[in-house]
């Protein structure tokens, strides 16, 4: 029988008719409380409730009266995370229009795909190198404007200051329209529309509500205790549906939200803006851990040993934790040793107010999460998709359980059926994907449940995923892509036979290749290679650099996040009665992972190598 979990929700969770009435309450309650932090040519600004509201009331102002928005349009916006973009995320709502937003690491066909479904005619941009690149493409977009001028101005983009300007300008005479918008909107209109790929590779745009939205914040308010003395640091991209979801939270919360200026330089932020939590993916506590782990290596035998009886008392106290247990007074001495040698220092790089970070967007490490509690410093993994509007479940920081994604999130009903795919059902899910309704028929069934196509199982009222139902592959950067189409491109390319791409969990993409035997040892005749059998071709230096030549015509199509960085050559052909093959000549993805597990994880070394032969 399924297995199902469910926290009820309170009434309060959604009195608010939409997520423009929950802003406008949480200016009216803290006015001049600090909202958004961001820094600027190398000083930090702030940003006070009223004033994130009244820049984006002018920035609305100019989209209606000046560039004749109406409700419902969709609004694209193609920039990294950065203040504005909050700006603009209210403003856009407050003009009842939808926002869409668009990595700025796709390609320019992949842009204009999502541009030509959802319809924008407008879009926010980092600079105009967008413009530049859309231009002659098959898109709906008319105008875009750039958050950084660079260049001499052009029909097709104008500048950020200048739309505020005259926003600002437009405001009065809008004031009116801009009230009659906000009584309008209900919980059921679309507030953003988030693309996600699906098996073909095609992305689907996954229609959230103002219900969504609403909804999620009061959720993660009502299981993560926060206010307006806590501050987070914005890291994620607000692409990303976990970093709209950390934004709106942080609304209905109160606590401030700081824009880190660039991501190589998150530990400087770190110091500076001294964060109370974080929200990331799981690659970036994977890089601080293995900073850490190298920086204690560097510095001798003695530090290595040190280092390794603190993180041992370390653990034994991270277990009484987790347990609910009181530190014994032995323990407790030699915590407080392990502390001043090492981790207090740690936690001071972290900016030393840290009261826990937020893991999503892909599994994270589970030794990671207890390598880090040794330490003193509690990572909260949560488990949500687009669909979800972000977490449908989440540790919590006074019940948590490491290797698990938490407890479901009040309102969210989780279960899990007879075949152990985890579905979901509440407020959080997805209205459906745009203009695709088999696709939202597949997805959400008759009785409203999300399935997710994650395998997973429920102890304990904690969920843990095990498996993915489907092929998809979500690196531990949080991006998600379809393996098949890539798959198929290199398959097509001379010499080669199958192709395996993996990254799941992972950094970057990688691909273990079987090659075409008898095309490549033509090849081999052709150049007088001097290779005669399979074992020499998978070590051929001119061999290697051709599939990695057919592996960079590949990358150069594809945006950073999809391209294939490092490549196996399996040394046997994969066949049919080998198992690795179906009878019509697929490729049996799970046996090829299992059967090729060391020479998968050797794709993954710190080593630069590009290549590995089996």
């Known amino acids: 029988m399924p297995r199902s979990g469910f926290v009820p929700q309170p009434a309060e969770g959604l009195t608010f008719p939409n997520a423009l009435d929950m802003f406008a309450a949480r ?40 560039h004749g928005v109406q409700p419902g349009d969709r609004i694209a916006v193609l920039a990294r995370t950065r203040v504005e973009w909050a700006l603009v995320d209210l403003a856009i709502a407050m003009a009842g229009a939808v926002s869409v937003p668009i990595y700025p690491s796709v390609t320019p066909e992949q842009a204009a795909y999502i541009l030509r479904d959802c319809g924008a005619r407008l879009a926010f941009a ?6 530049e690149r859309l231009r002659g493409r098959d898109h709906a977009l008319r105008h875009t404007f750039c958050f950084d001028e660079a260049g001499p101005l052009a029909a097709d983009w104008s500048s950020f200051e200048a739309l505020q300007t005259a926003g600002e300008g437009a405001l009065p005479g809008a004031e009116a329209a801009l009230e009659a918008i906000a009584e309008e909107l209900s919980l059921t209109d679309d507030f953003t529309w988030v693309y996600t790929s699906g098996t073909t590779g095609r992305p689907k745009g996954a229609m959230l509500t103002h219900r969504n939205i609403v909804y999620e914040a009061w959720a993660i308010k009502s299981v993560i205790a926060a206010d307006h003395a806590d501050e987070q640091l914005m890291v994620l991209p607000l692409a990303h549906v976990f970093g709209r979801h950390l934004l709106w939270g942080a609304v209905e919360q109160g606590a401030v939200s700081a824009f880190a200026a660039d991501p190589a330089e998150l530990e400087l932020d770190l110091v500076a803006v001294a964060p109370t939590f974080m929200g990331a993916v799981p690659q970036i506590y994977e890089r601080l851990y293995a900073q850490i782990r190298a920086e204690v290596a560097a510095a001798g035998k003695l530090a290595e040993a040190s280092f390794a009886w603190c993180l041992q008392v370390g653990r034994k106290v991270s277990m009484c934790r987790q347990r609910g247990q009181a530190v014994p007074g032995a323990l407790a001495v030699k915590a407080s040793v392990a502390d001043k040698l090492f981790f207090a220092r740690i936690r001071q790089r972290l900016g030393g107010r840290l009261r826990f970070f937020v893991s999503g967007g892909a ?69 459906g994907y745009h203009d695709l309704p088999e696709e ?17 199982e429920l102890h304990d009222g904690f969920l843990t995923i095990t498996d993915r139902k489907k ?116 490729l049996r993805r799970r046996e090829v992972q299992d059967r090729y597990a060391a020479q998968i994880a050797a794709l993954y070394p710190d080593s630069g190598q590009r290549a590995v032969a089996g």
Request: proline share 6%; net charge neutral; hydrophobic share 40%.
């Open 27 to 66: 200016v009216r309650r803290t006015p001049a409380a600090t909202a958004l932090r961001y820094k600027l040519r190398g000083s930090w600004h702030t940003l006070q409730w009223r004033d994130w509201h009244q820049a984006s009331r002018a920035i609305a102002a100019a989209l209606v009266r000046i």
């Open 126 to 131: 980092d600079n105009p190198g967008w413009p």
């Open 440 to 456: 939202t028929a597949a997805a959400i069934d008759a009785q409203g449940w999300l399935h997710t196509g994650d395998i997973g």
């Open 471 to 586: 092929d998809l592959i979500i690196t531990s950067t949080g991006k998600t892509i379809a393996p098949q189409p890539l798959e198929r491109r290199l398959e097509l390319a001379e010499g080669i036979a199958h192709v395996l791409v993996v990254g799941d969990g992972r950094p970057y993409l990688a691909a273990l290749i079987a090659l075409d035997e008898e095309a490549m040892l033509a090849r081999s005749r052709q150049e007088g290679l001097g290779a005669r059998r399979l074992a020499d071709l998978v070590r051929h230096p001119r061999i290697l650099q051709i599939v990695q030549g057919h592996i960079d015509a590949l990358n150069a199509d594809l945006a950073s996040y999809e391209a294939i960085r490092r490549f196996s050559v399996v040394t046997t052909p994969l066949t049919i009665t080998g198992g690795e093959l179906t009878p019509t000549g697929k």
């Open 363 to 431: 599994p994270l490490a589970r030794e990671v999460a207890e390598f880090f509690h040794a330490l003193g410093v509690l990572i909260l993994e949560g488990y949500g998709l687009s669909e979800t509007t972000g977490a449908c479940t989440v540790n919590r920081p006074d019940r948590f359980r490491f290797g698990t994604v938490g407890p479901t999130m009040p309102g969210c009903e989780l279960r899990i059926a007879d075949d152990g795919e985890v579905l979901v059902r509440g407020p959080g899910v997805m209205r």
